[in-house]
C-alpha cells in the first residue's frame, strides 16, 4: 500500500497547513485586490506574503537569493523535510517537482532565457539544495500537475523503485499569467464562486504545497489506492461540454466502486469548467456525493493546485470534515451535484479527488482512510 504522510501547504493564508486549516475553518478568503496587477486587470488575486517567506526560508539558507518561485517551492519543501520522516539522501527516495510555470517572471521580452527559467534546471537546484540524490522529476501537464505528480509517486514506489517519494506542486502570479488568462476573458472581478448560478470567472492564486508519499504505514493513514488521466482533446483551453475526459478519468480510477462518500472538485468557478464537472460527476452517477471547492479560500494555484488540494482532502477525511466551498450561495451547474455551501462534520472513508486542465487534460485520483 501506499500512504500519504508529512506535509506543507503555504498560501495566502498562511505558511503551514494548520495555520491555512484555520482559516478555511473560520471561512477566510486570501483572495484579494493586489495594485501590482492593476494595470492588467480588475481582477483580485490571492498572494502569499513574500516577506515572509523570505525571513523562513533564511532559517534554512542564510543570505542566499531566491526567485519568488524558488522561495516557496523550498520553503514548503524544507518544511516537510524538517519533520525527518524522510531522508533525501537515501537513493530509495525521490523527489518530483509538479508546476506549470516555474520561473517565467524572468523571462523578458526580447532577451534570451536564462537557464533559470528551464524547470528542470530549476528542479535541479531544488533537489540539490535539499540533499536529493537521485535525479528529480517534473511533472507538467496544465493544471492536472499535481495530481498526476501524485499518481506517478504512488506507481514509482508500487513498481519497487522506491521507499518515497516527495511531491512538491508550486506556482506564483505574474504579469505573463494575470495576462494570459485575462486574455481568455476568465477571471471574476471578485472572489470566485464556485458551482454558484452566478459565478463569472475564476481567481488566481499562488503557494506551494510538499506532501510526502510513502510505503511506510502508521496510524490512522490516507492511502492512495489508484488514479488516472485522460485527454478529451476537446479545445486548447475550453473544456469538454460532456465532461468525457474527466469522466473516464474518474471510471478508470474508481473500477467499479461506487461508495465514495466525498469528491474534492477541481471547481475553478468559470462557468464552463464547473458545468463540465457536474456533467462528468452525473456521468459517474455520483450526483449524491458531497462535493466542494477549495478555490474559494486562495484561488486557483495552477502546478500547485492538486498537491495543495489534496493535503486539504487528506486533512478532512482525518478530521471527518466537508469543507464549504466558499463563494458559493447559490447552487447553479448544468448537472445538479451536491455542492456544499457550509462546513459541517460527516464521516469519510472514501475520496475521489478531481482536477481538469488547458488542452483538455484530466484526472483523478481515489484516496482511503486506513482506521487501523
Known amino acids: 500500500m501506499v500512504y500519504l504522510a508529512g506535509d506543507n501547504i503555504i498560501t495566502s493564508l498562511g505558511t503551514d497547513t494548520l495555520r491555512v486549516l484555520r482559516e478555511i475553518e473560520n471561512g477566510k478568503t486570501g483572495i484579494l485586490n493586489n495594485t501590482s496587477y492593476s494595470s492588467i486587470t480588475r481582477a483580485p488575486v490571492s498572494v502569499v506574503d513574500s516577506q515572509q517567506v523570505t525571513e523562513e526560508l533564511n532559517q534554512y539558507f542564510p543570505d542566499q537569493l531566491f526567485t519568488r518561485f524558488e522561495g516557496v517551492a523550498l520553503l514548503s519543501l524544507k518544511k516537510v523535510l524538517a519533520a525527518g520522516q524522510v531522508d533525501p539522501s537515501d537513493p530509495r527516495s525521490l523527489f518530483i517537482l509538479s508546476t ?98 452566478k459565478r463569472d470567472g475564476l481567481s488566481l492564486g499562488e503557494g506551494a504545497g510538499t506532501l510526502l508519499v510513502t510505503k511506510q504505514p502508521g496510524k490512522n493513514m490516507i492511502t492512495i489506492v489508484r488514479g488516472a488521466s485522460a485527454n478529451d482533446a476537446n479545445h486548447i483551453s475550453g473544456p469538454s461540454r460532456t465532461g468525457e475526459g474527466l469522466y473516464l478519468a474518474g471510471k478508470n480510477t474508481l473500477k467499479g466502486e461506487s461508495d465514495i462518500d466525498y469528491i474534492s472538485a477541481h471547481g475553478t468557478a468559470t462557468p464552463y469548467n464547473d458545468d463540465m464537472e457536474s456533467y462528468a460527476i452525473h456521468r459517474l452517477s455520483l450526483s449524491d456525493v458531497p462535493v466542494n471547492s477549495f478555490k474559494g479560500y486562495f484561488g486557483h494555484t ?35 451535484i451536491h455542492a456544499f455551501d457550509k462546513t459541517q462534520d460527516s464521516r469519510l472513508k472514501k475520496c475521489l479527488k478531481l482536477a481538469s486542465g488547458f488542452g483538455g487534460c484530466n484526472a483523478a485520483l481515489l484516496l482511503v482512510k486506513n482506521e487501523n
Do not use: W
Open 302 to 336: 495552477l502546478g500547485a493546485a492538486g498537491i495543495i488540494e489534496s493535503i486539504l482532502t487528506k486533512h478532512s477525511m482525518l478530521n471527518n470534515t466537508i469543507y464549504a466551498s466558499l463563494g458559493l450561495t447559490e447552487k447553479g451547474t448544468v448537472k445538479a
Open 100 to 197: 506549470t510555470k516555474g520561473n517565467i517572471e524572468l523571462l523578458k521580452s526580447g532577451e534570451s532565457p536564462s537557464a533559470d527559467i528551464f524547470l528542470y534546471t530549476t528542479a535541479l537546484k531544488i533537489a540539490s539544495l535539499t540533499g536529493f540524490v537521485n535525479k528529480p522529476v517534473v511533472i507538467c501537464n496544465a493544471c492536472i500537475s499535481g495530481v498526476l505528480a501524485l499518481i506517478y509517486a504512488q506507481r514509482a514506489i508500487e513498481s519497487g523503485r522506491y521507499d518515497h517519494v516527495v511531491v512538491t506542486g508550486a506556482d506564483v502570479i505574474s504579469e505573463f499569467i494575470v495576462a494570459g488568462f485575462e486574455s481568455f476573458k476568465s477571471m471574476s472581478e471578485q472572489p470566485c464562486r464556485p458551482f454558484d448560478v
